[in-house]
């Protein structure tokens, strides 16, 4: 079980954006998530664009890995709130808008494959993986 421990006292909220169903299944009623159905990660990029412009900040990166955005359809990224400071992050901003420029370069050289089940739930464990490594950094413990 996921505590809020020292940003309890602080009023930061934080959700995960993802649209990765092992994810869900593995965290949801622990933290916020936020599901993103659909193959590829674009909209989930795009929704974060969304929060970053509603003053939210990302909390990791949306390109963390080693799995090319052409090569996986999960993508997993936790974001933070502060309702005393919902001023637009612009560092966000722009990691994000970089991140949206690399996924659509990417995309063009190459369109994502509709892999077996077999290699979904390998991407969906590898991205879990990732996001759940950067929880402690955020002040959530398991």
């Keep these: 079980m996921f505590r809020y421990n020292r940003y309890e006292v602080i009023g930061l909220k934080r959700k995960i954006v993802t649209n990765n169903p092992s994810v869900l299944e593995h965290h949801q009623g622990k933290i916020d998530i936020e599901f993103?159905?659909?193959?590829?990660?674009f909209e989930v990029l795009d929704a974060l664009r969304r929060l970053v412009h509603d003053g939210w900040q990302l909390e990791t990166h949306p390109l963390s890995g080693s799995v090319k955005p052409n090569e996986t359809?999960?993508?997993?990224?936790?974001?933070?709130?502060?309702?005393?400071?919902?001023?637009?992050?612009?560092?966000?901003?722009?990691?994000?808008?970089?991140?949206?420029?690399?996924y659509n370069k990417f995309k063009t050289n190459q369109?994502?494959?509709?892999?077996?089940?077999?290699?979904?739930?390998?991407?969906?464990?590898?991205?879990?993986?990732?996001?759940?490594?950067a929880f402690p950094t955020m002040g959530i413990d398991k």
């Design 36 to 41: 993103i159905d659909s193959y590829g990660y």
């Design 73 to 102: 359809p999960y993508k997993s990224v936790a974001v933070a709130y502060d309702p005393k400071n919902t001023a637009l992050d612009f560092q966000s901003l722009q990691i994000i808008e970089e991140a949206i420029e690399t």
């Design 111 to 133: 369109d994502l494959p509709q892999w077996t089940d077999r290699v979904l739930n390998d991407f969906q464990l590898i991205d879990r993986s990732i996001i759940e490594s």
